[in-house]
């Protein structure tokens, strides 16, 4: 990957900052999902896993927070130009676009749940038709072709 402009990374840094919106926000919509790992850590007391999260988690991401915006910056001036960046930050400071960066928690939730529910509704369809490919090439269970 080519090192994007630093002026072009400025305007994307700007743009991805409006796109998070407000830090505090953005940081304490990630709460919930956190207690979710502690708990995979093995913190199973939903109380013990949020204290983690406020003591822990949550200051540790709030002090790392410039170097995601830097690392999505640097993403974004790779794959968008100047123009479209300003667009993009434009649209971010209308009050629509101030409407989904603070819409953004739910709608990715609704987006997980829609994009489990389809996976869940063609699985069994892609599986039998996975099955009549396996064999339609040879294949065995264990990835090996059979011998002729």
Request: no cysteine; net charge neutral; proline share 6%.
């Amino acid at each position: 990957m080519t090192t994007p402009d630093p002026a072009l990374v400025k305007v994307a840094r700007e743009t991805v900052s409006q796109m998070q919106g407000d830090r505090t926000a953005t940081l304490s919509a990630m709460a919930g999902p956190m207690v979710g790992m502690m708990q995979q850590l093995g913190i199973k007391e939903p109380d013990k896993a949020q204290v983690l999260v406020q003591e822990v988690v949550l200051p540790t991401l709030t002090a790392h927070y410039d170097e995601l915006l830097d690392m999505q910056a640097r993403g974004f001036a790779t794959v968008l130009g100047k123009d479209d960046l300003q667009a993009i930050a434009a649209f971010y400071a209308t009050p629509a676009g101030k409407r989904l960066v603070a819409a953004q928690p739910q709608l990715a939730q609704v987006q997980l749940t829609g994009m489990q529910q389809w996976m869940q509704s063609v699985m069994p369809e892609m599986q039998g038709k996975i099955v009549k490919a396996v064999q339609a090439h040879g294949w065995t269970q264990g990835g090996q072709t059979k011998p002729h």
